[in-house]
Nanobody, 123 residues
Framework: QVPLVESGGGLVQAGGSLRLSCAAS????????MGWFRQPPGKEREFVAT????????YYADSVKGRFTVSRDNAKNTVYLQMNSLKLADTAVYYC????????????????WGQGTQVTVSS
């Protein structure tokens, strides 16, 4: 298990951008694929994006493809989510988590979940 802390959320107008960060403690970070998930108000948690252990492969939910970019810096034990062209529907609590990913479909979260970071998109 890799303890994770998300940050970078906030209030932004539709069409704006935010960059989320997820910092891991411990030396095991670079061994894991990482995923971003989100939970919109009143809805189930859903997959957003994932990146493999080296950063060489990524995969996105259709709803964010072309607008969001996931990246990682293993030297800093950090994974990022750059979110551009934000929409009202992107309002959610965003979580990062270690995942089991086969390279071509939605990953399975391994947990544990952090506290998340709130992203609110206003009109």
């Amino acid at each position: 298990q890799v303890p994770l802390v998300e940050s970078g959320g906030g209030l932004v107008q539709a069409g704006g951008s935010l960059r989320l960060s997820c910092a891991a403690s411990g030396g095991a970070f670079s061994r894991y694929a990482m995923g971003w998930f989100r939970q919109p108000p009143g809805k189930e948690r859903e997959f957003v994006a994932t990146i493999n252990y080296s950063g060489g492969a990524t995969y996105y939910a259709d709803s964010v493809k072309g607008r969001f970019t996931v990246s990682r810096d293993n030297a800093k034990n950090t994974v990022y989510l750059q979110m551009n062209s934000l929409k009202l529907a992107d309002t959610a609590v965003y979580y990062c988590v270690t995942v089991n990913w086969n390279g071509h479909s939605d990953p399975q979260p391994l947990g544990p979940w952090g506290q998340g970071t709130q992203v609110t998109v206003s009109s």
